[in-house]
C-alpha cells in the first residue's frame, strides 16, 4: 500500500510507524486510520521485524486525537458507534499483535492518541510530552478504548479525573500514575525507544509473543484461570526450538541465537 498519511521504515529488524500529519499535530483521521491498520497488516507479516515502534513526525504532537473535523460530521448515534467500534478494531489489533509494540510519545498523546499508546504494549514518553483525554471538552467520551484502558493502566479515580475534567499532564506525572512506563529527554527519546527495540527484538519471537498474550488474556481473567492459561502458553514455549536453543546457549555459555521456530 502506498501511504500517504504515515511513514512506515525498518532498521534492522525494527519496524517504525511514524504519523506524518504534524500540520494537524498527526490527528487520525480515516484515512490515517486504513493506512495505519494496513501498516500493522505489513510488519506483522514481515518475519524480519520483530518489534515495532509507533511515535509522530515533527517535535509537537505523537497524536493530537481522531480527527475533530470527522467527530463533528458524524451523523447519528448508530454511525457514532460504527466510527468508534471500528477503530477500536484497529487498537486491538495492535494490542494482540504477536510483536511487542512501542508507544513513543513524543509530543501530544490526547483523545485517540493517548488511547493508541494505551494499546501499546509498553509506552515510553519525552520529557515535553502531555497527555490527555479531553474529549469531554468536545462534548464527548472517548470512544477508542480510552474509558477502559485508561482505569486499567492508572486506577478508576485517576481515569475519572482525567476523563471527566479532559485535563492534560505533563509525561512526569503520567509516568506516577502508571500511564507512561519511561520518561526521557526529548532528544533522546527515539534512540532509547529503539534501544529497547532492539533488546525485546533479540529474545526468542514465539517466547515474546506468547508472554505478551499470556498478560494480556490473563489480567482479564481471574486468577486461577489465569495461571491456568499461563501454564498453557508455556507448554507451548516448550515445544519450540529456541527453548532448546535458549537452554542449551544458557548452559554452552554462548549467546541464544533464535530462529522464532
Ligand atoms: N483534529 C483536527 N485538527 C486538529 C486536532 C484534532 N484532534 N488537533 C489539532 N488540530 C489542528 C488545529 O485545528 C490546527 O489547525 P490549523 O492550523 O488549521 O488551525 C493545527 O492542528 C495546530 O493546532 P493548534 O490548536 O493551533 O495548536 P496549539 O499548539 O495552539 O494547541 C493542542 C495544541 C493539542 C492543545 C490543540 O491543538 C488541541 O487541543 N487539539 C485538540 C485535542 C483534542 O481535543 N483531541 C481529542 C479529539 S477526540
Redesign the pocket.
Known amino acids: 500500500m502506498e501511504y500517504q498519511n504515515i511513514l512506515v521504515t525498518r532498521e534492522e529488524n525494527i519496524g517504525i510507524v511514524t504519523f506524518n500529519r504534524a500540520?494537524?499535530?498527526n490527528?487520525?483521521?480515516h484515512a490515517t486510520m486504513v493506512e495505519l491498520s494496513a501498516a500493522i497488516d505489513e510488519l506483522d507479516s514481515d518475519r524480519t521485524v520483530r518489534c515495532i515502534i509507533l511515535t509522530g513526525a515533527g517535535e509537537?504532537?505523537f497524536v493530537?486525537?481522531?480527527?475533530?473535523?470527522?467527530?463533528r460530521a458524524i451523523a447519528s448515534a448508530a454511525e457514532g458507534t460504527e466510527f468508534a467500534a471500528w477503530g477500536q478494531t484497529i487498537f486491538f489489533k495492535i494490542e494482540t499483535l504477536s510483536k511487542a509494540v512501542i508507544a513513543a510519545v513524543n509530543g501530544?498523546a490526547?483523545?485517540?492518541?493517548c488511547e493508541l499508546a494505551m494499546a501499546c504494549d509498553i509506552r515510553m514518553a519525552a520529557d515535553s510530552a502531555?497527555l490527555g483525554?479531553?474529549?469531554i471538552?468536545?462534548g464527548?467520551i472517548?470512544?477508542y478504548g480510552g474509558t477502559q484502558r485508561l482505569p486499567r493502566l492508572v486506577g478508576k479515580g485517576r481515569a475519572k479525573w482525567l476523563i471527566l475534567t479532559?485535563d492534560?499532564i505533563s509525561a512526569q506525572e503520567a509516568l506516577r500514575i502508571g500511564l507512561v512506563d519511561f520518561v526521557v529527554p526529548v532528544a533522546e527519546l527515539m534512540n532509547k525507544a529503539k534501544e529497547l527495540a532492539r533488546k525485546i527484538a533479540s529474545k526468542a519471537p514465539l517466547a515474546v509473543a506468547w508472554a505478551k498474550k499470556s498478560i494480556n488474556v490473563g489480567t482479564e481473567i481471574d486468577l486461577v484461570a489465569a495461571c491456568a492459561y499461563e501454564a498453557s502458553q508455556f507448554g507451548l514455549v516448550c515445544g519450540t526450538e529456541d527453548r532448546v536453543e535458549g537452554t542449551t546457549a544458557f548452559l554452552e555459555k554462548r549467546p541464544a541465537q533464535f530462529t522464532g521456530r
Open positions: 500540520k494537524v499535530l490527528a487520525l483521521n509537537k504532537a493530537a486525537g481522531a480527527d475533530i473535523n470527522e467527530l501530544y490526547l483523545g485517540g492518541g502531555k483525554q479531553p474529549e471538552n468536545l464527548i472517548p470512544g479532559g492534560m
